[in-house]
């Protein structure tokens, strides 16, 4: 009997690819966009509260978002990484990247801390006038502590959006940056009956809405039924040296 080939699959037409590029991609654009609203907000803010709360935030922000950006990298490496054993349904191997991913995002983060930690003496050193200086520290010694849950959120973020969970990561970055606009009008100004608190309300503002973030996608990749089998919070403790250095 003759063999009959079967037929080969259709290839998907360009509009269709474009269709699924902006149906991942937007939303992850958006959540960037929404990430940087929330430092956006405090400059904003503080530029209504004071010429020299506005420079202070200016300078420490910069620097924030430059070691953040940088340390963001490793979080970068988590989506196509997850994304391939995804697609070889490997989800070992998925977990072992987010846990590894987690953990180079912590170690980045708390080799940076003594820099942020130290910021006023940094300006000082390069010639920024001391109420400047100390402003900025103010709000610095305070913002340093959202690094850690902004960097475990990009790692998540990267790891939904491999299994294509973006929207989740988008409403619930708006909401943060909602939250800190709300937080930061109360705790800047003393509206409310809180306490004016300038700069270090800013940084409380954003510490918050940060912390926010991390604890409900935190809680949406370890509760939701479909994303359970990874498992990746299991044994976090647990090192992996391969898959870290994989990842780094």
């Known amino acids: 009997m003759k063999k009959t080939t079967p037929p080969m699959p259709h290839p998907m037409p360009y509009s269709g690819h474009l269709k699924a590029t902006l149906v991942l991609g937007l939303p992850i654009v958006g959540s960037h966009l929404a990430q940087m609203l929330i430092t956006l907000t405090d ?106 849950p902004a960097m475990l959120v990009m790692v998540l973020k990267n790891y939904l959006s491999a299994l294509e969970r973006v929207n989740v990561v988008l409403w619930v970055t708006i909401l943060a940056a909602i939250l800190n606009g709300l937080v930061n009008y109360a705790l800047i100004f003393g509206n409310w009956g809180l306490p004016e608190l300038g700069v270090v309300g800013a940084a409380l503002a954003s510490v918050f809405s940060t912390l926010l973030s991390f604890i409900i996608i935190g809680l949406y990749a370890y509760y939701l039924p479909a994303l359970r089998d990874y498992a990746i919070f299991t044994r976090l403790w647990r090192s992996d040296w391969p898959a870290f250095l994989e990842v780094f």
């Not at 006023?120 to 959202?146: C, D, F």
Request: charged share 10%.
């Open 43 to 148: 400059t904003v803010m503080l530029g209504w509260y004071g010429v020299d709360e506005l420079a202070a935030v200016v300078l420490a922000s910069s620097l924030f978002f430059v070691l953040f950006i940088v340390g963001s990298g490793f979080a970068f490496a988590v989506m196509p990484m997850v994304a391939m054993a995804e697609g070889q349904g490997d989800h070992t191997q998925v977990r072992r990247v987010v846990r590894m991913g987690l953990w180079i995002t912590v170690i980045y983060t708390s080799i940076m801390m003594p820099i942020l930690w130290n910021f006023e003496a940094i300006l000082l050193a390069i010639g920024q006038q001391p109420k400047i200086a100390k402003l900025a520290s103010s709000y610095m010694i305070v913002l340093q502590w959202s690094m850690f």
